[in-house]
């Protein structure tokens, strides 16, 4: 499987139309530049959030809400921080996601 380029990233994004695969490519995207732009990765997890919303309680879900939290925890909003990551938290103990527990 070859690794996508970001502008790979945002042409298959601007394409999706299912919510799960745009908040898959979102939380991709936060990921990429969560270590040298926090400000970007901050606004592809809180799009990824938004999309996330209308998923049910899944494992996806739990993964943008996970990475939204470490974001907002990075930029230094650590109450809304926490709050994220507690419904994050609870999502992965429903779904028995042990291993996504950040």
Do not use: W
């Not at 530049?33 to 592809?44: E, M, P």
């Not at 650590?78 to 996601?97: M, N, P, W």
């Amino acid at each position: 499987m070859a690794i996508k380029t970001i502008e790979g990233l945002k042409k298959e994004l601007h394409g999706a139309t299912q919510n799960r695969k745009k908040v898959r490519i979102l939380v991709e995207l936060s990921d990429r530049f969560y270590l040298s732009d926090s400000i970007v990765a901050l606004h592809y997890a809180k799009e990824a959030v938004k999309y996330s919303k209308a998923l049910a309680d899944d494992i996806d879900k739990g993964i943008a809400l996970s990475k939204y939290g470490r974001c907002l925890n990075k930029t230094s909003d650590h109450v809304k921080a926490r709050e994220i990551l507690q419904e994050a938290l609870s999502i992965f103990r429903e779904v028995g996601a042990a291993s996504e527990i950040p």
